[in-house]
């Protein structure tokens, strides 16, 4: 079986009926809609009320049967589940590479638990070393943010899509990817310039916020857990 469906599967022990749960955005989360559903369509599971991340995974979830509501309405969730595109020994992830990056963080934030789940090609000894760190920008302005970004020791481009256009989030922003060639040598210290930057919304570091990470292997699953 692929082993995004086994991470898949795996996480779905800690959802529990009557929960809250926030429902991140990828590929992996899609196979863990897919899985979610059939649970509730057998009865093995029951009264899960869901908040998503992006309107890709609202549709996903609506197909599969899942109830959907907000954060308006829901002010904590039992637990949150998402994908990553990296993921360090530490637990620190880059995400964002589905471009939900924001509402992936604002739900998690707002999770008793935070479980990512990927196959083992996301891990890393450094962030950043597998792909590029996107970042979250309003439009105005956009060359300004790249130019501040690439003095930060990366290459920094706008986000585009093939025909051409700039790729948006589902908040109607542009993303800029940021490649730093040996990876991110100080991740805190990194995020903590960038979340000071006015026009800069949100970026892709996730630094101590997952709960558990669960990692499927050729051989097997394995978890990582956070010391908190
Ligand atoms: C979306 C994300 C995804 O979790 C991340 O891109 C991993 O995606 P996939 O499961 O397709 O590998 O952060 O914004």
Redesign the pocket.
Known sequence: MDL?RQAALHALQYVHSGNIIGL????????FIEELGALLKSGELSDIVAVP??EETAEQARQAGVKLSTLDEYERLDIAI????EVDNNLN?????????LR?KVVATHADEFV????NT?LVTRLGERGPL?IEVVSFAVDSQIRWLTELGCVAELWLSENGSAMLTDNGNPLVRCWFEDGIDNPEYLASLIKCRVGIVEH?LFLDMATKVIVAHETGITEMESAA
Not at 24 to 31: A, E, N, Q, R, V
Not at 93 to 101: F, I, S
């Open positions: 995004k991140g955005s990828g590929s992996t989360m899609t196979l991340t992006s998402d994908g990553a595109d992830l880059v995400k964002g590479l589905g471009r939900a990056l992936e990512i789940i990927v196959d996301k996107p892709g």
